[in-house]
């Protein structure tokens, strides 16, 4: 994208003294990874209403178990475990695993006998899904079961891990690793979302699960653009003025930060060496979940 005016803006210091810059290059890519440089807008195809840029398959997950996350818990001797303790070892140990449920049911009490078993449900974000939960020895005056879930459970590292691979694909450098908040249930249409930085900029990764096999579990991962923050557009405006003329930049200051929708701006003043440079900052394109800046003098 072009500015279609660009005003002389007003000479800024750099090495050997001072110069007068070229215009103001068209979109730039921020934060940076090899510098500012031009960047055509995405294809159509690649973007939506939804501020989705990207989505492609993800990695395939091994699962933990053939059928999914083993879970146990000692119970005291009874002739049987209680429902409500089974439930609640169930719902325990998918917080381990980074599941929380908003209710475990179990509709019978579990006998203490070896090979004894009863089917639960656990719910997740209003879809129930199947347990069994398996008596596996009775030690003295306890009790041991196994407890496997229906569907396979992505840990939630397992998760961030793919959707840092994914971005690095995409020639970029997440922020210390992306954070996802719980595990990703194996079934198809499930989905987690996670989040994370590059040079600042926060990004959403929506990991939904596209198929389900034995061994694997497929996901897609969809980049979304968030608001960027008024300090970290500041940031961005300063290096890529600083690139632009290799001038000194004192300091950035914007009214506001940008939301992520393109033809959002906001108005910034830059200065340094004593010179001032005022411009009008907009979002040009989101682009791999990252906003796409215009800077035009004003």
Request: with cysteine.
């Amino acid at each position: 994208m072009h500015p279609t005016t660009t005003p002389d803006p007003t000479p800024m210091p750099g090495p050997g003294g001072p110069r007068p810059p070229s215009a103001f290059a068209p979109a730039h890519r921020v934060p940076p990874l090899a510098g500012p440089h031009p960047v055509p807008p995405p294809p159509v195809a690649r973007r939506s209403r939804a501020g989705v840029v990207w989505a492609v398959v993800g990695g395939l997950v091994a699962l933990l178990g053939a059928a999914g996350g083993v879970l146990a818990l000692l119970g005291f001797f009874s002739p049987s475990v209680a429902r409500a303790d089974v439930a609640a070892g169930i719902s325990e140990q998918l917080g381990e695993r980074g599941v929380v449920a908003s209710a475990v049911d179990c509709p019978q009490d579990l006998p203490a006998e070896v090979g004894a078993e009863v089917r639960c449900t656990y719910t997740v974000d209003g879809r129930a899904v199947g347990a069994v939960a398996r008596v596996s020895s009775v030690r003295g005056d306890q009790v041991v079961f196994d407890t496997t879930s229906d569907a396979p459970l992505v840990a939630p590292q397992d998760v961030a891990t793919a959707v840092d691979e994914h971005v690095g694909t995409l020639g970029h450098d997440v922020d210390g690793g992306a954070d996802c908040p719980g595990a990703l249930i194996g079934e198809t249409g499930r989905s987690v979302r996670c989040e994370f930085a590059v040079g600042g900029q926060p990004v959403d990764a929506v990991v939904t699960v596209s198929a389900v096999t034995a061994a694997e579990v497929e996901f897609d991962i969809a980049l979304q653009a968030r608001a960027v923050a008024r300090d970290v557009v500041e940031q961005d405006v300063a290096y890529l003025i600083a690139q632009e003329y290799g001038a000194v930049v004192d300091s950035a200051d914007c009214d506001g930060g940008l939301d992520p929708e393109v033809g959002a701006s906001t108005l910034c003043t830059v200065t340094g060496g004593g010179d001032r440079l005022d411009l009008r900052v907009a979002v040009a394109a989101l682009e791999d979940g990252l906003v796409v800046y215009d800077l035009q003098s004003v």
